[in-house]
């Protein structure tokens, strides 16, 4: 029966693919047709092929993707109550006809609806394939054996390339007795969920698409209107739920989301990790899915804080601190105290005092330092026109003004007065505040009454190392707010050398950029997006929010966090600092409460370390039992040959990966411990291991990791939540392990 049943997918899959060719060659046409268009010259003629081309090279780079498993669902249904079709040819009826079921439980099957990646029609328009977003195709991730709707079979195809190798049934109305074709329908396999969740893992993130489950597709297709805000435990799907969000949005409404879609990832290893779904989905291009340490261009984080410091650079404390900063790195060591110019044959001085008024009188608004620079100008101006003394010299106002033109352009374009200008009022830019802040005794200044010596000092050392970290990327951005950009004169086209031999350029009209020209500047320059999705949001620092609030200020938004997951110190703050980005939207709240990851004897000891951290908190429950249960490891002698051991051993149980859990501290060293076993095992500090998961882990040390940071426990909690298969656990002395080797944390 399953051979059968694999050859009956097989054979619609090969009428998918050669319709696919068809609609390839009717693309490929396209290109050409749009080409030949040009050849008549006229702006319009030219608009059009440029705008025909680009439609018709999407389309094409669509088809010639032929993703793992293009087609890889079905649903077999009961006649509908209404008989109205969807834009893709589909019947939109969820809930069954009356006398669609006879009164012995006997149906049969009205329609047959496939659901791929990408929408298929046939010569007819008659749909071969549905995507996975349409409404149609809703109901093969909402039907469950309680609510099945019209849906008697859910069948996952798994396939690769152009052929099918197997697939997995749901029977969701197992009291029906249902026909197909006037032959029973069969059931194959032991259920598709099982089934994707025993597949081994790689080091990239899979989509879901296939195994969506009803409460994870409510979220995904849930309108985007203000605030959409996603609470869930480990293994619940949350970044999975806002990477599918993110293609089912641009699906529904391309136009609205031009503007571009951003996804926040915690660290670069999940952006790495989960990279490569969004393509999968049919969607790429409108889609950045950027690390908090790389949301500003030119500046990457590659170090880490302490803790400590960690705490007081991502406080919203920092924020009083960098605009003392971005205004008092204006007066660096050498910033001169005394302004001398020549004019109507006199020669005018400013002295410190008098430039110490100004300075304060400039400085008395809110506006960006940088752009606060001409009105010092004109302040200078003003204080060496008064000590001339020509200001009554002519009772004319006419002439009067004339002279004060006269004098502002021979002073302002006196090397001298430059020269000052440029040393007392210097432009800044963020990398320069950010190193003054540096010097300890100069920080010490400008963080008086909101930082203590202690938290100055280790803000200061951190500051002078190569390189940034991911919460000084936060202070960047706060500061090129703080300090802005100045104005720049716009460049003007560059001219052809033969035009301005032939003075043709006094004729020419000024050529603007065109529409897609505009269109790929803005985006290479976006700072704001249309959607923001932030996943594992409980670990953004006020700081943070801040940043990412500023590339969000006319957004939809979609929030994804677990508090119980938080690495962040004062989880109240933050939240505070999150409000304020998100402004006065509305909030839509969703909770995901099942655990498809972790087999319950994991999560069950994970639940542990939860009760510790967040007494009264839930864990989700887990769907299912594997009857392996965690094994605890005592080091005898040292870490490495302890670790490595143990790692060596789960590469030989699991097809997948193997992730090697430390504290941050511990990172390097861990990595030359495993060096040698292969690329199927990685280690990983306790903060990098956010949103990532494996076939089996290691946590090495839970009492080290626990002791890290005010946030350990919760630390802990996600690296104990990695595993889909296999955990072990290794105690040191300072675990304080038992007879059995389990440390204190995780005993009842």
């Given amino acids: 029966m399953r051979d059968r049943e694999i050859s009956v997918e097989q054979e619609h899959l090969d009428r998918v693919y050669r319709r696919l060719e068809e609609k390839i060659h009717e693309a490929e046409f396209l290109m050409h047709d749009a080409a030949q268009r040009g050849h008549v010259g006229t702006p319009g003629a030219l608009a059009e092929r440029d705008a025909q081309v680009f439609r018709a090279g999407i389309h094409l780079n669509r088809l010639n993707n032929e993703f793992e498993d293009f087609l890889f669902g079905r649903i077999d249904l009961l006649l509908g109550k209404d008989g109205k079709k969807g834009p893709d040819g589909a019947y939109t009826a969820v809930e069954p006809a009356e006398g669609a079921l006879g009164p012995d439980r006997t149906a049969d099957i009205a329609e047959t609806l496939h659901i791929g990646r990408i929408g298929v029609l046939d010569e007819d328009y008659a749909p071969l394939v549905i995507d996975w977003r349409a409404p149609a195709a809703a109901p093969f991730y909402r039907s469950t054996p309680v609510d099945p709707g019209r849906v008697v079979r859910r069948r996952v195809i ?98 609205r989301y031009a503007g571009g879609i951003l996804i926040v990832s915690p660290t670069p290893l999940l952006v790495a990790y989960t990279e490569g779904v969004l393509p999968s989905l049919g969607e790429e291009g409108q889609v950045a899915i950027r690390a908090i340490g790389s949301l500003v261009d030119g500046a990457e984080a590659t170090l880490y804080d302490s803790p400590a410091t960690a705490r007081a650079k991502g406080s919203a404390r920092m924020l009083r601190v960098l605009r003392k900063a971005a205004r008092g790195a204006l007066e660096p060591a050498d910033s001169p105290t005394l302004l001398r110019v020549v004019a109507f044959g006199r020669r005018l001085e400013l002295e410190a005092e008098e430039l110490a008024g100004i300075r304060r009188t400039v400085l008395g608004g809110t506006a960006p330092v940088n752009l606060l620079r001409p009105r010092a100008r004109r302040l200078l101006l003003d204080a060496l026109w008064e000590k001339s003394g020509a200001a009554t010299r002519h009772t004319d106002p006419e002439l009067a003004a004339e002279l004060r033109s006269s004098f502002d352009e021979d002073v302002s374009s006196e090397d001298s007065f430059l020269a000052f200008l440029d040393a007392w009022w210097p432009e800044l830019t963020p990398g320069a505040v950010l190193a003054a802040m540096a010097d300890e005794r100069r920080l010490g200044r400008w963080a008086r009454r909101v930082l203590n010596a202690g938290e100055v000092r280790k803000v200061a050392r951190s500051l002078r190392r190569e390189g940034h970290s991911v919460h000084d990327i936060a202070l960047l951005d706060e500061l090129q707010a703080i300090v802005g950009t100045p104005a720049r004169p716009r460049k003007r086209r560059e001219l052809d050398p033969l035009d301005q031999l032939t003075g043709l350029e006094e004729l020419m009209p000024q050529r603007e950029e065109t529409q897609w020209e505009r269109a790929e500047r803005l985006a290479q320059e976006r700072t704001e997006y249309a959607h923001v999705i932030v996943d594992e949001a409980q670990d953004l620092t006020p700081m943070q929010w801040r940043m990412v609030g500023r590339r969000g200020r006319h957004a939809t938004w979609t929030v994804v966090g677990d508090p119980a997951q938080s690495s962040w110190s004062d989880p109240d703050e933050a939240a505070a600092a999150r409000d304020e980005a998100l402004g006065t939207r509305p909030r839509r709240r969703f909770e995901l409460t099942v655990n498809y990851r972790n087999p319950a004897e994991i999560a069950e000891l994970a639940a542990k ?89 290691v946590v090495v040390s839970p009492a080290e990791i626990a002791d890290e940071s005010p946030a350990g426990l919760r630390v802990l909690y996600v690296a104990l939540t990695r595993a889909t ?24």
């Avoid at 409460?215 to 995904?220: A, G, M, N, P």
């Avoid at 656990?729 to 009842?748: H, Y």
């Fill in 725 to 748: 298969q296999q955990l072990t656990v290794v105690s040191c002395e300072r675990d304080e392990p038992d007879a059995s080797g389990v440390p204190d944390l995780l005993r009842d």
């Fill in 609 to 697: 370390v939860l009760a510790l951290a967040m007494p009264g908190s839930h864990s989700p429950s887990a769907v299912r039992s594997t009857g392996v249960r965690p094994r605890f490891a005592v080091v005898s002698d040292s870490l490495a040959p302890t670790v490595r051991a143990e790692a060596a051993r789960l590469l030989g149980l699991v097809d997948g990966t193997v992730g090697v859990v430390v504290a941050m501290n511990r990172r390097e060293e861990a990595r030359r411990w495993l060096a040698g076993l292969g690329d199927r095992v990685v280690a990983l500090g306790s903060l990098e291991a956010k949103g990532l998961e494996y076939d089996a882990t």
């Fill in 158 to 255: 798994r396939s690769k390339g152009r052929r099918v190798l197997g697939v997995e049934d749901d029977l969701m109305r197992p009291e029906v007795t249902a026909r197909l074709d006037g032959e029973e329908l069969a059931v194959v396999g032991d259920g598709a969920l099982m089934a994707a969740l025993g597949q081994a893992r790689t080091h990239s993130m899979r989509d879901i698409v296939a195994s969506i489950q009803a409460e994870q597709d409510r979220v995904i297709r849930a309108p985007a209107a203000s605030v959409t805000y996603v609470e869930g435990g480990p293994g619940t799907g949350k970044t999975a739920v806002a990477l599918h969000r993110a293609a089912y949005l641009l699906y529904q409404d391309r136009r």
